[in-house]
């Protein structure tokens, strides 16, 4: 296989000289309305993806289709879930499909079929769930639990807890809501302690989420729930459990109910399909819930094999993200969800991609000369029309868009106002602002005037439900995969998350000098 | 006074020609330490703000003094607050700030002293919120209101939520927390008919909160919500207040208990110092800690005056801003916040900075050729360490840092864990993570190197306490203010929203062709 610099591929020149697009002209009268039409690929979960309004001309998309030849990213895409150690930093295959389908050979560590492990897991979640809401699993006065707490930082937070928000009111409306989910994630104490002062600690299931068993802010915070729990008359080992690896400390600890396990080969970004999602989402909404969301993303993961990219959402999405961040230099993404329910779903993505791809050396550890990921943010429409898309319309960067939308809402309640219903004004906005974007409108007085030519994409579903919601977790795992391919980089390591954590314990252990002693003083640690 | 273009200013072409500062290099060892002594600036409210990690010397800091004077920022800031029509495209006074303190002159609308207008307001709200507390405007059945609902999008809702938040906790430990508050902002009908799921209807205020009275998203949640009253047999106006202009259709009107003035010289971005935050706040904290927060950002709109950059954190941080982002060439500003109640004050920071400088015309309605804001984006910390940090250690942009960390927590509940409690832990993440940031560390792994120079600040301050919080507030719009007249462009309008606005409205008027036309049926519109 060929891992190639993007600067190196012949492709990539080629794109370089391709004629750019006139946005606003393409998007105008009958050409946007046949662009509307005719760019528009079905996804996993009932969605699609429909790329209209993005900066792409037949001529891009097959230089695109030959980058994506040449780079070898359906071979890769291949490679990774077949098992091979893409991960070459930390010499590790990269397995989170597994947990949702198999989608090529089996895959073994030693003698251990993996995706046989992590279903495994999800069984035993399943199981011990299914005792919970069954009343077999009570506290000490032989009462149900209704609450599930997470204690977890990163991936062990941001993907569960996105992921929980989006189906939270679908749940309740649907009669799905078996315990609510909360999440304590800060070393901050007011973080747990604000968690605890709203929790009915008696009926609480804390599950412990460190792959290591040695996060320090999860067991900072473990101890403060164990605080909590003692000072309630509470036996801890009665109301917590462990998401962990087998080797960690808080394996198979009779501190515990009951601990479930994940690997090295799932990144906590990645994480939110194995069980660290899988415990506390099969505990709030169900097991069966959960294997929905994995379906959807394992009918995801199967689209994104196609090497046809204009039939393949995941990769085509990251070929022009690169083609929009290389070629036109545009420094940041924004994620708009036209949901509420999605509230913090870019808050997940931002951690997905961003750690993911923002790197500065290839996957050999040599330094490249070109950008990689974009900044990556974004809040649910229509409250960031109110707030930053004045900057996304008339500022002097242009910032590519990717917007989400649902046909029906999720609790079905709605009023009709001025001829219409909310639902019908969330969705006319979003339709408003992709033209608007696109297209832009002149005027004499510049102030009025839209330059247009704004980059976005939409994802459109019926509904956001368990299904769809899988699909697009996995359509921007998969397109994050895609870039870091495509750039060369390891999509799969972490470095520059160390050299912060030295230097905190230097200053725990007050082994500082210079500027770390001041600063240190500043803040009042000594 | 002039009002000259960035690039017109001789001090910044000297600008561009002042050596770099090498980052790593002197804020290593005893120059770094005394960096950090030295580059520390008191504010309001009890804060500092340290500036040893941004990438100037005493140099260019003397060029930014001339930059100051030569584009007259001090001057501009008089005439604002003054109440000079400085929002030129709309031909508006600025006076947010007049409803904390009287900096100059008495500021007259026709006969109307404005101060004494916004200070009648603030006093009849506080007059209001003890009626509701003391028991005096009670419901139906003569009990209490328990929880306040404050409905209303963008400035009336990202301000006010994140300063609720920022001190919830606080105010439960204080004995502080009259009526919790909740926020419905979305036209998206699942955001009303969530919160209403969860409140105790019975007992709720909503807040109303549109300046002009027509606002789309806001009157249709209004109606979500007088529907629910009505189910439960509540009478509508007993449970509802306005804030609004005084010619709008909600001022005096009996469907309200009572309505609250602001008006067109305070915009939406600027306004929770009048009664849009004022109403809610007092409501849910009491109108003596409102009044606090706003004694904290008077503090700072006093020190905001001083013409000396050294001693002005407001106008540094604004043209150390505008240095990196003209001179230097970063896209983005991250806002990093080490408390976990400040989690929403980036959102609230998002739509201030974005939507007052996301412009690409100057004051007089021109074309400019330079980069006005940046993107605004944060999480906070630690969090954010073990999510998108690793792009900003070792990505191939560089994003400069606003840090914000507090020597001790809001809730005063901690627990030590290897020697050191969590508070410790918090603070030792931000020291080290500036120094991180700054100094980076080299390593023959070119995949270990971090490269540092990323560019950061801090401000400190004991607790986040109203007064901290209100300086914290009002330091943010005086830099967005400074950058605004630095680089010549209105902060104060936002034609950038009203494209958007005008095809939404055609689309649910069905008046649409071509592309908007297909998004439409895509959406599932018509």
């Known amino acids: 296989m060929r891992w190639e610099n993007l600067t190196q591929l012949k492709s990539y020149s080629k794109l370089k000289e391709a004629a750019r697009v006139d946005v606003p002209a393409v998007m105008s009268g009958e050409s946007g309305a046949e662009r509307v039409k005719g760019y528009d690929i079905p996804m996993g979960g009932g969605l699609e993806f429909n790329y209209a309004a993005r ?12 980058l994506s030849d040449e780079q070898e990213l359906g071979a890769k895409y291949e490679a990774l879930y077949n098992g091979e150690r893409v991960n070459t930093g930390e010499n590790r295959m990269v397995l989170h499909q597994l947990c949702r389908g198999q989608l090529g050979n089996d ?7 993996k995706r046989e492990f992590f279903v495994e897991q999800q069984r035993r979640v399943a199981e011990f769930a299914g005792k919970v809401h069954g009343g077999e699993i009570l ?26 928000l989006s189906l939270e009111n679908w749940a309740k409306v649907n009669d799905k809501l078996k315990m609510k989910a909360q999440f304590i994630s800060n070393v901050d104490p007011d ?33 403060f729930v164990k605080d909590a729990l003692k000072k309630a008359g509470l036996d801890p080992s009665k109301h917590m459990l462990a998401v962990t690896s087998e080797t960690s400390p808080l394996a198979g600890n009779p501190e515990y109910l009951d601990s479930f396990y994940m690997d090295d080969y799932i990144g906590g970004r990645y994480s939110s399909s194995s069980s660290v999602g899988g415990a506390v989402l099969s505990l709030a909404f169900g ?13 995801e993961d199967v689209i994104a094999k196609n090497t046809d990219i204009r039939k393949n959402p995941d990769l085509l999405d990251a070929l022009i993200g690169v083609y929009e961040r290389n070629i036109l230099g545009y420094p940041v993404t924004a994620v708009l969800p036209y949901s509420q329910a999605l509230s913090r779903f870019p808050a997940h993505l931002q951690q997905l991609d961003m750690e993911s791809n923002g790197k500065s050396v290839n996957r050999f550890g040599e330094p490249i000369d070109y950008k990689t990921g974009p900044v990556i943010f974004g809040e649910p429409g229509t409250n960031g029309q109110h707030s930053f898309y004045q900057l996304l319309h008339q500022g002097t960067d242009i910032i590519p ?19 219409s219903t909310s639902q019908q004004k969330l969705s006319a906005n979003v339709a408003a602002q992709i ?7 002149a005027d004499e007085n510049p102030n009025k005037c839209f330059a247009g030519s704004r980059s976005s994409s939409i994802i459109v579903g019926d509904q956001l439900t368990p299904k769809s919601l899988g699909a697009l977790l996995a359509h921007f795992e998969n397109k994050v995969m895609f870039q870091g391919f495509t750039w060369n980089i390891n999509s799969f390591d972490q470095e520059g998350v160390q050299l912060g954590k030295v230097l905190a314990k230097k200053v725990l252990s007050k082994n500082t000098d210079g500027a770390l002693t001041e600063y240190s003083k500043l803040l009042g640690i000594f």
Do not use: W
């Open 55 to 66: 900066p792409v001309s037949e001529e891009i998309l097959d230089i695109l289709q030959e």
């Open 107 to 113: 895959v073994f560590d030693g003698n251990v079929n």
């Open 139 to 164: 506290n000490e006065k032989g009462e149900k639990f209704t609450t599930v707490v997470q204690i977890g930082i990163g991936g062990s937070d941001l993907g569960p807890r996105a992921l929980y």
């Open 191 to 223: 973080d747990a302690t604000a968690v605890l002062y709203n929790v009915d600690i008696e009926h609480a299931l804390f599950i412990i989420v460190s792959k290591s068993g040695t996060t320090l802010e999860t067991l900072t915070n473990e101890s």
């Open 287 to 299: 097991p069966e819930v959960f294997e929905e969301i994995m379906a959807g993303a394992a009918e």
């Open 401 to 419: 868009l990717q917007f989400v939308g649902f046909r029906n809402s999720q609790m079905g309640n709605d009023v009709i106002i001025e001829d």
């Open 435 to 441: 033209v608007a974007f696109a297209c832009g409108k």
